[in-house]
């Protein structure tokens, strides 16, 4: 199912710098989790839990080398998955970024 289809209209500003009909929402679903993770809206949020399932999302962000602090312990925390267990968790960047947003 392409992710930009009738029923599945995710917002377009999470694929800027890809071909948005060339996404699969079964073969690119580890791409579209963490975009809609990380910067999506509400609603691209819902369509995801609705595709997906909790179960699945939960279970692809915590394979995730990287992922934003404020994502990660939302997944964590609507998942019931403990935050300890996420790769992205137990595998910081030695020196971190000078800025924090």
């Known amino acids: 199912m392409n992710v930009f289809s009738e029923n599945n209209n995710l917002s377009s500003h999470l694929f800027w710098d890809v071909d948005r009909m060339t996404l699969d929402m079964s073969t690119h679903k580890k ?25 699945e999302i939960g279970r692809i962000a915590t394979s995730f080398r990287s992922l934003d602090r404020r994502a990660m312990s939302f997944i964590a925390t ?9 790769r992205c968790y137990t595998t910081r960047q030695s020196i971190p970024q000078h ?3």
């Open 99 to 101: 800025w924090n947003f």
């Open 78 to 86: 609507y998942s019931g998955i403990p935050v300890n267990t996420f």
């Open 31 to 55: 791409f579209i989790i963490r975009r809609v993770l990380e910067y999506g809206l509400l609603s691209d949020w819902i369509i995801i839990k609705n595709y997906y399932g909790i179960v």
